[in-house]
């Protein structure tokens, strides 16, 4: 159904030959009113959102109507490469892959920010951008700085009161820097029962169980920019985390039958992790065009421990330990050269080089005995690739991005398995962006990319609790496909603006389970497509009435197909987003300092396949967050918050298959369902 109206779309839309305005980002403090709409960007103020009292540039971004922040802060990205996050800073890109844009946003305070413009990704000198931008204008204003303090709690789970955020900006000649401090605690309490049932679906064991969950993730981190006279722009950010993962789990087993066990079984682990990741890159104005140089290196060290004991009424105690250690890294250099033509034309030349890493080692034990059949193994991918991209402007409002790249990749693997294989790939863009009126924009995009593997999917590893060995494989190949969406945007004067998207993926060698001697591993299969739907709208019910209220809402509907590895029938991905929905309700109590808000979202995924298993994870009654704010009680803003308030259930279902789930054996199943109790707490947050 999706795709007659995609392919049509971009059908009509190349009628037209799209072509693309590049303009550049304007840095002035502009004292013009709110609001001056072009046909290309809405231009937002500072005092537009004075009403909200923002402490942070992130909080301002979550305040206007019809936008949503999209991409960025993804280590599993291939490379850099072209578009990213829809968030600029002051005309360019947030560095770095793993500061996400709400990070980077949170990082500058609500005073430094001049305006927010938002902007038409294709009309922009930054290839692979597209749709909504928000551009964020700021001002050095000084020492200033803003912090966030978060206290929670939850019923049978320990108080978490570690949760904090501060940074302070301030500058020093034509250097301008920013030290950030971060903790993002967790802690999660989710107690239920789980039952088995035979292949006849008769109740054969009841388990009463209860899980604990514990995370602390604290982080520093320094962002630098220079910028001095000679129109020489350069950014230096690093940031160092440490992150403490603990889960609990513990389970008693009643016998209903003699298929039944009765007894005891505890699961322990946890992740010890280290991570750092620093990031630059210098732009300056070279012969005829712009030169900006990109270089970034991450580096990972992560230590898993996982302990499964059993103690049974008819068995001898048993007891399975499995211990991990993995290094990852990456490093990555880059090169653009910008160069406009002419009013109509501008082109940006660029080369690319990569090197990632993954180095794991493994033990498995049972009672005590070694079973040395996960040896160490070390999977590394060099990559190089150059692009060349075209801006062409064919009026004021048809625009047009073409971009053509080429990629070399040698992966290579050592161990038992190890070998070395290249690839030759072509990839490359083609976007258009046409506004027949201010308030009406229709985008279209479609692109060839190669999928970053996922290295952990090269090597074998253990999950003790579900008793599973997962098998790695070194014969897998990156993915291909084409993607192509169609969007439309639209305003309304009556306060009501939405985005309607439709997106598909026609994929090649998608990794998913396939079937190896002993059960099944990650492998490539042949074709996979996917195709969906989604919107995003906001009502500014002050139109209507009902002042300082504002109504957001994000639904994305989507279906997938492949072709099962282990019984040739059309299904679903594997474990892949079927629907999401989000819906916020937020009141700003006119001529008070009072604010209230309401948010609903829920998710569905399909179920997950294997060799000889499926699981198929769901949540019950919708996520329900309510938030109460005063914003300024002796200068600081304080809110009180329930989140999860209609106690959400996980139910994760199993069933399991003696052999092939095409021609072996059905077993039974296991029905579990975690309740997780809800989360009480207060935000106080300030500026220095």
Same mark, same amino acid.
């Given at each position: 159904?999706?795709?007659?109206?995609? +392919?049509?779309?971009?059908?009509?839309?190349?009628?037209?030959?799209?072509?693309?305005?590049?303009?550049?980002?304007?840095?002035?403090?502009?004292?013009?009113?709110?609001?001056?709409?072009?046909?290309?960007?809405?231009?937002?103020?500072?005092?537009?959102?004075?009403?909200?009292?923002?402490?942070?540039?992130?909080?301002?971004?979550?305040?206007?109507?019809?936008?949503?922040?999209?991409?960025?802060?993804?280590?599993?990205?291939?490379?850099?490469?072209?578009?990213?996050?829809?968030?600029?800073?002051?005309?360019?890109?947030?560095?770095?892959?793993?500061?996400?844009?709400?990070?980077?946003?949170?990082?500058?305070?609500?005073?430094?920010?001049?305006?927010?413009?938002?902007?038409?990704?294709?009309?922009?000198?930054?290839?692979? +951008?597209?749709?909504?931008?928000?551009?964020?204008?700021?001002?050095?204003?000084?020492?200033?700085?803003?912090?966030?303090?978060?206290?929670?709690?939850?019923?049978?789970?320990?108080?978490?009161?570690?949760?904090?955020?501060?940074?302070?900006?301030?500058?020093?000649?034509?250097?301008?820097?920013?030290?950030?401090?971060?903790?993002?605690?967790?802690?999660?309490?989710?107690?239920?029962?789980?039952?088995?049932?035979?292949?006849?679906?008769?109740?054969?064991?009841?388990?009463?169980?209860?899980?604990?969950?514990?995370?602390?993730?604290?982080?520093?981190?320094?962002?630098?920019?220079?910028?001095?006279?000679?129109?020489?722009?350069?950014? +230096?950010?690093?940031?160092?985390? #440490?992150?403490?993962?603990?889960?609990?789990?513990?389970?008693?087993?009643?016998?209903?039958?003699?298929?039944?066990?009765?007894?005891?079984?505890?699961?322990?682990?946890?992740?010890?992790?280290?991570?750092?990741?620093?990031?630059?890159?210098?732009? #300056?104005? +070279?012969?005829?065009?712009?030169?900006?140089?990109?270089?970034?290196?991450?580096?990972?060290?992560?230590?898993?421990?996982?302990?499964?004991?059993?103690?049974?009424?008819?068995?001898?105690?048993?007891?399975?330990?499995?211990?991990?250690?993995?290094?990852?890294?990456?490093?990555?250099?880059?090169?653009?050269?910008?160069?406009?033509?002419?009013?109509?034309?501008?082109?940006?030349?660029?080369?690319?080089?990569?090197?990632?890493?993954?180095?794991?080692?493994?033990?498995?034990?049972?009672?005590?005995?070694?079973?040395?059949?996960?040896?160490?193994?070390?999977?590394?991918?060099?990559?190089?690739?150059?692009?060349?991209?075209?801006?062409?402007?064919?009026?004021?409002?048809?625009?047009?991005?073409?971009?053509?790249?080429?990629?070399?990749?040698? #992966?290579?693997?050592?161990?038992?398995?190890?070998?070395?294989?290249?690839?030759?790939?072509?990839?490359?863009?083609?976007?258009?962006?046409?506004?027949?009126?201010?308030?009406?924009?229709?985008?279209?995009?479609?692109?060839?990319?190669?999928?970053?593997?996922?290295?952990?999917?090269?090597?074998?590893?253990?999950?003790?609790?579900?008793?599973?060995?997962?098998?790695?494989?070194?014969?897998?190949?990156?993915?291909?496909?084409?993607?192509?969406?169609?969007?439309?945007?639209?305003?309304?004067?009556?306060?009501?603006?939405?985005?309607?998207?439709?997106?598909?993926?026609?994929?090649?060698?998608?990794?998913?389970?396939?079937?190896?001697?002993?059960?099944?591993?990650?492998?490539?299969?042949?074709?996979?497509?996917?195709?969906?739907?989604? #919107?995003?709208?906001?009502?500014?019910?002050?139109?209507?009435?009902?002042?300082?209220?504002?109504?957001?809402?994000?639904?994305?509907?989507?279906?997938?197909?492949?072709?099962?590895?282990?019984?040739?029938?059309?299904?679903?991905?594997?474990?892949?987003?079927?629907?999401?929905?989000?819906?916020?309700?937020?009141?700003?109590?006119?001529?008070?300092?009072?604010?209230?808000?309401?948010?609903?979202?829920?998710?569905?995924?399909?179920?997950?396949?294997?060799?000889?298993?499926?699981?198929?994870?769901?949540?019950?009654?919708?996520?329900?967050?309510?938030?109460?704010?005063?914003?300024?009680?002796?200068?600081?803003?304080?809110?009180?918050?329930?989140?999860?308030?209609?106690?959400?259930?996980?139910?994760?279902?199993?069933?399991?298959?003696?052999?092939?789930?095409?021609?072996?054996?059905?077993?039974?199943?296991?029905?579990?369902?975690?309740?997780?109790?809800?989360?009480?707490?207060?935000?106080?947050?300030?500026?220095?």
């Amino acid at each position: 159904m999706l795709k007659t109206p995609l +392919l049509l779309g971009v059908a009509l839309m190349s009628i037209h030959s799209f072509s693309y305005a590049q303009e550049t980002v304007s840095l002035e403090t502009s004292t013009e009113s709110p609001m001056q709409s072009s046909g290309q960007s809405d231009v937002y103020m500072r005092a537009d959102f004075d009403e909200y009292v923002p402490r942070t540039a992130s909080d301002m971004v979550s305040r206007i109507p019809g936008f949503t922040i999209n991409g960025g802060g993804n280590n599993n990205n291939r490379g850099l490469g072209q578009g990213g996050a829809n968030i600029l800073i002051n005309g360019a890109r947030i560095s770095g892959k793993s500061i996400g844009p709400r990070t980077a946003l949170s990082r500058i305070p609500a005073s430094a920010v001049v305006r927010i413009e938002i902007l038409d990704g294709t009309s922009l000198d930054i290839p692979g +951008l597209s749709g909504k931008v928000a551009n964020i204008v700021t001002t050095n204003i000084g020492l200033s700085g803003s912090w966030r303090y978060t206290a929670e709690f939850q019923h049978r789970s320990k108080a978490n009161l570690l949760g904090f955020e501060a940074s302070v900006t301030d500058s020093i000649g034509p250097f301008e820097y920013t030290l950030s401090a971060k903790n993002d605690p967790f802690r999660n309490t989710a107690p239920g029962p789980e039952d088995a049932f035979d292949a006849d679906g008769n109740l054969k064991e009841h388990r009463d169980e209860l899980a604990f969950f514990f995370r602390d993730r604290p982080s520093v981190s320094v962002d630098l920019t220079y910028a001095p006279d000679n129109g020489h722009i350069g950014h +230096l950010n690093a940031q160092y985390q #440490l992150m403490n993962f603990r889960t609990s789990d513990h389970s008693r087993h009643t016998a209903i039958s003699a298929l039944g066990e009765t007894g005891v079984r505890l699961s322990d682990s946890g992740e010890d992790e280290w991570n750092m990741e620093i990031g630059a890159d210098y732009a #300056l104005d +070279l012969g005829p065009g712009n030169l900006k140089l990109i270089s970034i290196w991450r580096h990972e060290d992560s230590e898993n421990n996982s302990v499964f004991q059993s103690f049974s009424t008819t068995d001898i105690p048993f007891t399975s330990t499995y211990d991990q250690i993995t290094l990852e890294g990456e490093t990555i250099g880059r090169a653009e050269y910008f160069v406009k033509q002419n009013e109509k034309h501008d082109w940006q030349f660029a080369v690319e080089g990569a090197f990632n890493f993954l180095d794991r080692s493994s033990i498995l034990n049972e009672s005590d005995q070694p079973l040395p059949d996960l040896d160490a193994s070390r999977v590394e991918e060099k990559r190089a690739e150059a692009n060349i991209t075209h801006g062409w402007k064919l009026t004021d409002n048809l625009n047009l991005q073409a971009s053509a790249s080429i990629e070399y990749s040698q #992966l290579s693997q050592t161990g038992q398995a190890g070998k070395v294989r290249e690839f030759i790939r072509p990839k490359g863009f083609i976007s258009a962006s046409y506004s027949p009126s201010d308030t009406f924009t229709v985008l279209t995009k479609i692109e060839r990319r190669v999928g970053q593997l996922n290295f952990n999917t090269f090597v074998s590893t253990v999950d003790l609790s579900d008793d599973l060995k997962n098998l790695g494989n070194p014969d897998i190949v990156p993915p291909q496909f084409w993607s192509g969406k169609l969007q439309f945007e639209k305003q309304w004067p009556n306060g009501i603006s939405g985005t309607l998207k439709f997106y598909g993926r026609e994929i090649e060698d998608f990794v998913d389970r396939i079937a190896v001697p002993g059960g099944d591993a990650p492998g490539n299969i042949d074709t996979a497509s996917l195709y969906g739907t989604e #919107l995003v709208g906001t009502i500014e019910l002050d139109k209507f009435g009902l002042r300082g209220m504002q109504f957001d809402t994000k639904i994305d509907v989507r279906n997938s197909f492949i072709i099962d590895p282990f019984t040739g029938i059309e299904r679903r991905l594997s474990n892949h987003k079927v629907s999401t929905y989000e819906f916020k309700l937020r009141h700003d109590i006119p001529d008070t300092d009072m604010a209230w808000s309401i948010f609903v979202e829920n998710r569905r995924n399909s179920t997950d396949f294997r060799f000889d298993r499926t699981s198929h994870f769901t949540r019950g009654q919708p996520f329900v967050a309510l938030n109460i704010e005063h914003k300024n009680i002796l200068g600081l803003k304080v809110s009180a918050f329930m989140r999860n308030a209609l106690s959400q259930d996980n139910n994760f279902t199993r069933s399991f298959w003696d052999g092939s789930r095409a021609d072996g054996i059905f077993e039974g199943s296991e029905i579990r369902v975690r309740n997780q109790a809800p989360r009480f707490g207060i935000n106080i947050s300030g500026t220095i």
